[in-house]
């Protein structure tokens, strides 16, 4: 149900096609629901583990560099599934979403997520391999790695949310 | 009695609190995520998925309690979450479902990690392997539908 | 580690303890915190649009007050999977079609109900709402007509 004024770009996503199809399916939205937490297992989980050991909480024995490079593309295929069904979610729900506050805050998480991921793996990680053992993981690396942890619950939590506001 | 109960209970401010049962079911969803990275990274190092510089016996160790406190952590705040309407969950057959399908993906998860520390147990690996993942992704499935039945 | 174990050991019960006497609190979910089980309203009127939604369906009813004044109420209810599941498809209702809803003011305040209960043009009686959302089970009592705000 649409409520309020929405910009007119929003009511075209609305009216697509497969928005419609999305919106009125039977099977469809379920479905897209359920990749949708399928990817977010698959991104959310293995980068938890990465981050926690970024951060020293888990794997200690494990060189982080080795680690890294088998679980990031895991991670990715994740975000693939995730971002693909959240698309079309968004766009089937569009107009009745625009002026919800979690959805905007959700959107924003995402974005400091993907800009966390994107400024640390340009500087600091690209020093990855030569940490673990007796070279201890930069301070700064931790960091990373924390507000990555903060940013991808939040964006979990604030998703969760729209359905109930 | 139960209404006595919520009398005494010190968070009756927060009663029918959106807030407060989104939270819990966000946990709930945190710690399903959380088990799945464990349970998908420990399968493919226990299978042999694992590159070099990755070392699974320690791995597989290391992942123990993180998996045990992410089932924990799953079974407490879906126990609040079915404690909230237990009559209509119990009704509902897909919740049935969901309890069944997670049961089964613990235990072959134990009967993995049993043909993994068996020498020439990998062909019983490569099935229990598949067996956990169609499992898991299928209690993930009927918890979700629970409420679009 | 050891020293992380025995913390684990004793705020565990602490915290189970917490959450048990919480429990009750939460007996009140996503439903109530929507709509206002204290008041219960009957929409009896002219469908005057339809929407076959995800993740929700809404139904627009032209509701004619004692004074002669039309109001547009809506109605939230499940999506189409759920509705069909119930036997309650897309084709069995259309505007202009005289129906009734029975459910729950929103808490708003806005001329919303859940649509618990939905008796057709047929006769036919079904349930509209939303499954497993904790709201009461069994009928409201219908209310007098609609409030005529």
């Known amino acids: 149900m649409i409520i309020g004024d929405v910009p007119d770009w929003v009511r075209a996503v609305h009216e697509w096609p497969l928005s419609v199809a999305v919106r009125e399916s039977e099977l469809l939205f379920p479905i897209l629901q359920t990749f949708h937490i399928f990817g977010l297992v698959l991104l959310v989980g293995v980068i938890a583990i990465l981050d926690l050991r970024f951060l020293g909480v888990l794997l200690r024995a494990q060189a982080p560099g080795p680690l890294a490079r088998w679980l990031l593309p895991i991670s990715r295929w994740g975000f693939a599934v995730v971002f693909a069904s959240g698309a079309l979610l968004l766009a089937a729900q569009s107009a009745s979403l625009y002026f919800n506050e979690f959805l905007r805050v959700k959107l924003l998480l995402l974005a400091a997520a993907l800009m966390n991921a994107l400024l640390f793996h340009t500087s600091v990680f690209r020093r990855v391999h030569e940490w673990g053992g007796a070279v201890p993981v930069p301070r700064s690396a931790a960091a990373f790695a924390g507000a990555s942890l903060l940013f991808w619950v939040g964006v979990l939590v604030t998703g969760r949310y729209i359905a109930y506001f | 009695m139960l209404d006595q109960l919520a009398e005494l209970s010190p968070a009756r401010a927060i009663a029918d609190s959106i807030a407060v049962f989104a939270g819990v079911e966000s946990l709930h969803i945190m710690f399903i995520a959380f088990l799945g990275g464990c349970v998908l990274v420990s399968g493919l190092a226990g299978v042999g998925a694992a590159p070099r510089g990755i070392a699974p016996a320690a791995l597989l160790q290391g992942l123990r309690w993180p998996y045990r406190g992410a089932i924990a952590g799953a079974a407490i705040t879906g126990a609040l979450l079915f404690a909230t309407s237990a009559q209509k969950y119990l009704s509902n057959p897909l919740f049935t479902v969901k309890l069944i399908l997670l049961a089964s993906a613990i235990a072959v998860q134990v009967l993995l990690a049993r043909s993994l520390a068996r020498p020439g147990g990998a062909g019983w690996s490569r099935l229990f392997g598949i067996a956990s993942l169609l499992l898991w992704l299928g209690a993930i499935t009927a918890g979700r539908w629970i409420g679009l039945i | ?149």
């Open chain 3, 1 to 149: 580690m050891s020293n992380l174990r025995t913390r684990l050991t004793t705020l565990a019960p602490a915290l189970l303890i917490f959450l048990g006497v919480s429990l009750p609190v939460l007996a009140h979910h996503s439903f109530s915190a929507m709509y206002d089980a204290q008041k219960p309203v009957r929409l009896t009127g002219v469908l005057s649009k339809v929407e076959w939604t995800n993740p929700h369906s809404y139904f627009h009813i032209d509701v004619t007050g004692r004074d002669g004044a039309v109001t547009t109420w809506a109605a939230e209810g499940a999506g189409p999977g759920a509705l069909s599941r119930r036997g309650f498809n897309r084709g069995d209702i259309k505007v202009g079609d005289r129906i009734i809803v029975d459910g729950y003011l929103a808490r708003s305040g806005a001329k919303i109900i859940d649509a618990r209960r939905v008796t057709l043009p047929d006769g036919r009686v079904v349930s509209g709402g939303t499954p497993g959302d904790g709201g009461p089970d069994g009928t409201p009592k219908p209310a007098p007509a609609a409030p005529q705000r």
